[in-house]
């Protein structure tokens, strides 16, 4: 299998397709070279009778500036207050301002502006939530210190000024960033009395806040490539295999080829289809459909399978498990050459012990991987178990194992290239991943949910 891994990684990661980056030619010559390699496998396609893609639309809004105004006072972008996302013809807004303490609390939204306290991580549904409920603006502390802000505006400044990406499936609002200086002006309480405001929200009687944010939008289109297998017994499951094909495209003047990040994850995805492909042809059919999924837009914030879990080709409650892979070929900074198969693993003790033991007993039976579980704890500060596409699935209670390389030190450079790719570690993954897919594909017994909290 290592053999037949490189040409397909050299290919995805070569000078022409230009990094991959979501929306350019080179994605799309990419997603093009998954949707003919899932037809020459004889995979079915799943828009009518052709189709490998499910199209979605990025929407790209370039901040430039802006600022928050309340009681007097005015807060500028990039000092006080990150305008973290705009939205089309909504430069200027004067706003009522409520505060929330979680995601159902603050009744009566419409037309204000909520103000939370949140991980960077829970931004984005965060502000779903609101949204639906008819909230126009959403403010969120996510640093515990002005100093703490300070360090957040500087390592988002290059990122803000590169413009960020969402998918056109939403009305967006605006999120601002807020230090906890601001939202201590606008609550009216000491800094170090904040904490307990947002535990007593209904004792607040916060400014009315206005909002300028000046931003322009451009609009392009990419697609999530798609094939899968029917199953003989139980056609209606289905297992997912998947791994995004998107990178960080040209900066500054620099091509980021992404061999690992994640030509990797694409090259094993394909022999994985190939692998269960020769089965089929040898009259082995799985129980349960797998499914093959190539995801565009990884890079831009997971909206490929953001766009996909809100419009699943495959009845969500019905996908039993999600295998994702991304970052699969580099040795990371923990593991040097005598431990080049590794893999590390998170997720698949979350949700479902029936997965993990699966998942361990065909690694102790086919590949002999050393797994490394770091990762995989709950209070890890990287929080991997959110930072890739298998978290879209995971938020809807299917049982998901994200295998990966971990940090290194090529990690989203121009050096992550082919030549620091170790292939015997690579075939090793994809092994893991087929033969875990295999086993929950034809088992009888649909994977079993623990009970959560």
Same mark, same amino acid.
């Given at each position: 299998?290592?053999? %037949?891994?490189?040409?397909?990684?050299?290919?995805?990661?070569?000078?022409? #397709?230009?990094? +991959?980056?979501?929306?350019?030619?080179?994605?799309?010559?990419?997603?093009?070279?998954?949707?003919? &390699?899932?037809?020459?496998?004889? /995979?079915?396609?799943?828009?009518?009778?052709?189709?490998?893609?499910?199209?979605?639309?990025?929407?790209?809004?370039?901040?430039?500036?802006?600022?928050? =105004?309340?009681?007097?006072?005015?807060?500028?972008?990039l000092e006080e207050v990150i305008c973290w996302e705009g939205a089309p013809g909504q430069d200027s807004l004067h706003l009522p301002l409520v505060v929330a303490a979680g995601a159902e609390d603050a009744p009566?939204?419409?037309? @204000?502006?909520?103000? *939370?306290?949140?991980?960077?991580?829970?931004? +984005?549904?965060?502000?779903?939530?609101?949204?639906?409920?008819?909230?126009?603006? #959403? #403010?969120?502390?996510?640093?515990?210190?002005?100093?703490?802000?300070?360090?957040?505006?500087?390592? /988002?400044?290059?990122?803000?000024?590169?413009? +960020?990406?969402?998918?056109?499936?939403?009305?967006?609002?605006? *999120?601002?960033?807020?230090?906890?200086?601001?939202?201590?002006?606008?609550?009216?309480?000491? #800094?170090?009395?904040?904490?307990? =405001?947002?535990?007593?929200?209904?004792?607040?009687? $916060?400014?009315?806040?206005? *909002?300028?944010?000046?931003?322009?939008?451009?609009?392009?289109?990419?697609?999530?490539?798609?094939?899968?297998?029917?199953?003989?017994?139980?056609?209606?499951?289905?297992?997912?295999?998947?791994?995004?094909?998107?990178?960080?495209?040209?900066r500054r003047g620099k091509l980021f080829p992404g061999a690992d990040d994640n030509a990797s994850g694409v090259v094993a995805l394909l022999e994985i289809a190939e692998a269960f492909a020769e089965a089929r042809?040898?009259?082995?059919?799985?129980?349960?459909?797998?499914?093959?999924?190539?995801?565009?837009?990884?890079? @831009?914030?997971?909206?490929?399978?953001? !766009?996909?879990?809100?419009? $699943?080709?495959? %009845?969500?409650?019905?996908?039993?498990?999600?295998?994702?892979?991304?970052?699969?070929?580099?040795?990371?900074?923990?593991?040097?050459?005598?431990?080049?198969? !590794?893999?590390?693993?998170?997720?698949?003790?979350?949700?479902? =012990?029936?997965?993990?033991?699966?998942?361990?007993?065909?690694?102790?039976?086919?590949?002999? /991987?050393?797994?490394?579980?770091?990762?995989?704890?709950?209070?890890?500060?990287?929080?991997?178990?959110?930072?890739?596409?298998?978290?879209?699935?995971?938020?809807?209670?299917?049982?998901? *194992? !994200?295998?990966?390389?971990?940090?290194?030190? %090529?990690?989203?450079? $121009?050096?992550?290239?082919?030549?620091?790719?170790?292939?015997?570690?690579?075939?090793?993954?994809? &092994?893991?991943?087929?033969?875990?897919?295999?086993?929950?594909?034809?088992?009888?017994?649909?994977? +079993?949910?623990?009970?959560?909290?």
């Amino acid at each position: 299998m290592a053999a %037949d891994l490189r040409p397909d990684l050299e290919l995805l990661a070569s000078d022409s #397709l230009q990094g +991959r980056e979501a929306g350019t030619p080179g994605a799309e010559m990419a997603a093009a070279f998954i949707e003919a &390699r899932f037809r020459a496998l004889g /995979l079915r396609p799943v828009v009518g009778d052709s189709s490998y893609r499910q199209s979605l639309r990025l929407d790209r809004v370039q901040i430039r500036g802006g600022f928050l =105004a309340a009681g007097g006072r005015q807060f500028r972008h990039l000092e006080e207050v990150i305008c973290w996302e705009g939205a089309p013809g909504q430069d200027s807004l004067h706003l009522p301002l409520v505060v929330a303490a979680g995601a159902e609390d603050a009744p009566a939204l419409a037309g @204000k502006a909520v103000l *939370i306290r949140a991980g960077m991580a829970e931004i +984005r549904e965060l502000a779903g939530r609101y949204r639906r409920r008819g909230a126009a603006a #959403l #403010l969120a502390v996510t640093a515990d210190s002005p100093e703490t802000f300070a360090e957040q505006s500087k390592l /988002l400044r290059l990122y803000l000024a590169q413009g +960020r990406m969402k998918t056109g499936q939403d009305s967006p609002m605006p *999120i601002l960033l807020v230090s906890p200086l601001v939202a201590s002006h606008v609550l009216k309480v000491p #800094l170090d009395q904040l904490d307990a =405001a947002f535990q007593s929200p209904d004792s607040l009687s $916060p400014l009315p806040v206005s *909002i300028a944010i000046d931003q322009v939008w451009t609009y392009q289109q990419t697609d999530n490539v798609i094939g899968y297998l029917p199953g003989a017994g139980k056609p209606e499951e289905t297992v997912m295999v998947t791994a995004h094909y998107d990178h960080l495209g040209e900066r500054r003047g620099k091509l980021f080829p992404g061999a690992d990040d994640n030509a990797s994850g694409v090259v094993a995805l394909l022999e994985i289809a190939e692998a269960f492909a020769e089965a089929r042809e040898q009259g082995l059919r799985p129980y349960r459909s797998v499914v093959f999924m190539a995801f565009a837009a990884e890079e @831009k914030g997971l909206l490929g399978s953001d !766009f996909y879990a809100d419009h $699943p080709v495959f %009845d969500l409650e019905q996908t039993v498990v999600n295998l994702n892979m991304d970052m699969v070929g580099h040795l990371d900074d923990a593991h040097g050459p005598k431990e080049a198969r !590794f893999v590390s693993i998170v997720g698949s003790d979350w949700l479902s =012990a029936d997965l993990h033991q699966i998942h361990e007993a065909a690694n102790a039976r086919y590949t002999q /991987l050393l797994l490394d579980y770091t990762y995989n704890a709950k209070d890890h500060p990287e929080r991997f178990y959110y930072r890739s596409d298998q978290y879209h699935f995971a938020k809807h209670g299917i049982p998901v *194992i !994200f295998y990966t390389s971990g940090d290194h030190e %090529d990690y989203h450079q $121009p050096s992550d290239r082919v030549e620091n790719i170790h292939f015997g570690r690579l075939q090793g993954v994809a &092994r893991l991943v087929f033969y875990t897919a295999w086993e929950v594909a034809f088992r009888p017994e649909r994977l +079993r949910l623990d009970p959560q909290d």
